[in-house]
């Protein structure tokens, strides 16, 4: 019995431990009916934790449906309110409408005079924006932006100021556009820094500082150095940068200086005479490997015969001091062959003419020396010219498989590059063409005197003979 009641008393505390009643677990069961009363107290703490928590749930509950009515009250509030703004807009649509309409009406012929100025100034915007005078007056382009947005409103009104100030604007580009002004600005160098400069502005045509052209760009608000000044084959650098500067430094008077007479951002006609490549960015850029190899062929060439030139220069020199002299001197081709007549004196006529006839063939390779190189580089270089087009001809053709005949700008290296070596082996050719032919009447020229004086010996042997005879 004592056992039983044992396994009783331990499982009853095992699932009040369990449970986790903390008054009940601190205690001890020393009998059956102690352990009967300390559940019996547990159950009567935990039926108050019950009433406690259900009280407390009931009580939340009640605020939640006093929240909820609150709640929906608003709700309806809001409709009411939403409904009566909507008849309120609805309303105000029906006022503007009307306030338009009488607007429209007072306004009248002025609606077609505010239509012809917004299209005014919006004529006149391009011409601001790309005019130089606007460096000097900032701000006017912004003015027309407001003054074409409130022209084109239908509920703004264009006060008389306002388009007197426009008008003004204008006024100011046809005076401006006429005088040739000094002020100080700010320029952008090329290198990106800005600094305040002297600017002389030539109407609306061109502006000047320190001898450099300057170009305006609206974006960008200020005048800025172009990036590359008139120079080249197509205009006298020095020239133009001195009339610039003489403009500068003079205060009155008339003063010659070059202008851009389209005006406008620099001047379209300046930017693509100083855009345009000198001849020998022309050849640097376009004339690819055969073009440098017919340049290199064709300085060769030129060399060589200017050499051969002088040499034969020299020679025609001494042969024509040989001519005036009775006495053979070998530093001369004809003192030369005249000496060979002296060494044989009773040669007979047809022994002194082959003699004669050798030593002038000794003679000839060497006035004749380097004259077929000449010719060679005179044929071979317009050759090269036409290999160089067909190459580019490929590479055009090659490019038109790959991106199409869309885009003229991609062919046209290839085309450069064609064009660049014809004109190069064309180039050399001519003037080889007419060195050939100088250096070559100069050898011949000189053959022939050998010539004419050799069978002037021989008619003289003969004349003898026969006197002789």
Known sequence: MKTITKYISLSISALLLLS??????????????????????????????????????????SRQEEVLTTTKNRVVEQENLQ??????????????????????DRRGDLNELFGTLQGVAGDFMSTFSGSIISAQYPGRTEYLDEFIERAGSSTEQLAIEEIERFWFFMQQEMTESGNVVKYSGTVALPSGETTNRSITRIGSFNAI???????????????????????????????????AIALENSSSGITKV???????????????????????EQVANNSGPIGFI?????????????????????????????????????????GRVLAVADANPNADTETLELKLGEAILQETP??????????????????????????????????????????????AGGISVALMTTVLGITVAIPMVLMHTWVKSKSDDIIHILEEQATGMIAAKAEQKVATQ
């Open 20 to 61: 986790g009643g903390s008054a009940f677990a601190q205690q001890q069961a020393t009998s059956l009916s102690d352990l009967l009363d300390l559940v019996e107290q547990d159950k009567v703490a935990e039926s108050a934790e019950y009433t406690s928590r259900e009280q407390e749930f009931q009580s939340a509950a």
């Open 83 to 104: 409904s009566q703004l909507s008849d309120q807009f609805e309303a105000n649509e029906i006022i503007i409408a009307d306030k338009r309409e009488a607007l429209r």
């Open 209 to 243: 500082s320190e001898g450099d052209y300057l170009s305006y760009n609206a974006d960008i608000g200020h005048l800025q150095v172009l990036p590359r000044q008139p120079t080249g084959s197509l205009i006298n650098r020095g020239e133009v940068v001195g009339r």
């Open 258 to 280: 070059a202008i851009d007479p389209t005006g406008g951002i620099g001047g379209q006609v300046l930017a693509n005479l100083i855009n345009f490549p000198t001849v020998d």
């Open 294 to 334: 017919i340049i290199g062929v064709g300085i060769v060439g030129i060399f060589v015969a200017l050499v051969r030139s002088l040499l034969l220069t020299i020679v025609a020199m001494k042969v024509g001091r040989q001519l005036k002299s009775d006495k053979p001197s070998k530093n001369n081709p004809l």
């Open 366 to 411: 060497a006035l004749e020396r380097f004259l077929t190189l000449i010719k060679i580089i005179a044929t071979v270089a317009p050759l090269m010219g036409l290999l160089g087009t067909v190459t580019g001809m490929i590479q055009v053709f090659q490019q038109i498989t790959v991106y199409g005949a869309g885009d003229p700008t991609i062919m």
